[in-house]
């Protein structure tokens, strides 16, 4: 399986995320709390089931302040939803057509919006749910996947696909289901 390289320093880079820089910054550094929580070093392999097709992806980072920021982030489940955030934002760029261009209100089901990424105007062209767990068993996992997919149905007027990123970090792993 070949695997894509995935720098998480790219959350930083608005034109490559859609995210505001400071938002980017924060994600990035969230995310490398959760992952070096784990024990996992960059470089770390991380295996994503997209539509049922296993993708290989190797993670890098590169913090110089990570184990201060480990120090300072101890709200583990805020720490891992705003990490698994950083993950899934990274993976739709890497693995589909879309970035994300703007956060969603709560009564739409949905954590974000999306774009094409050729799009030259922010018109909504795809809808993002994300959830995260630092350790998750199997049934569970796939139990919360049937769980986000049945939460986006909350904006299936917009007509739009829904994806949905499940990230698990002690392994670490990501669900991605496009709906």
């Known amino acids: 399986m070949r695997r894509k390289k995935i720098n998480i320093s790219d959350l930083k ?4 995320t859609g995210i505001p ?8 550094e969230i995310t490398i709390v959760c992952l070096e929580n784990e ?6 392999k991380m ?9 290989g992806c190797i993670l890098f980072w590169h913090d110089p302040e990570s184990e201060f920021s480990r120090f300072f982030h101890q ?3 805020e720490a891992t939803q705003f990490g698994a955030t950083g993950v899934a934002i990274l993976l739709i760029k890497a693995l589909t057509p879309f970035k994300v261009v703007q956060r969603s209100y709560k009564t739409t089901g949905i954590d974000y919006w999306l774009v094409s990424k050729k799009s030259l105007v922010f018109q909504k062209a795809a809808r993002l749910e994300i959830s995260g767990n630092r350790r998750e068993k199997r049934s569970s996992y796939r139990s919360r996947v049937a769980q986000k997919l049945e939460q986006t149905k909350q904006s299936d007027s917009t007509n739009l696909p829904a994806f949905i990123v499940v990230v698990e970090f002690s392994t670490p792993k990501a669900r991605m289901v496009r709906r």
Do not use: C, M, P, Q
């Open 47 to 55: 295996t994503v089931n997209y539509d049922n097709e296993d993708h």
């Open 39 to 44: 024990e996992h070093k960059s470089g770390t």
């Open 13 to 16: 880079d608005r034109k490559k």
């Open 75 to 77: 709200d583990i489940d």
């Open 21 to 28: 820089t400071g938002t980017g910054a924060f994600l990035a």
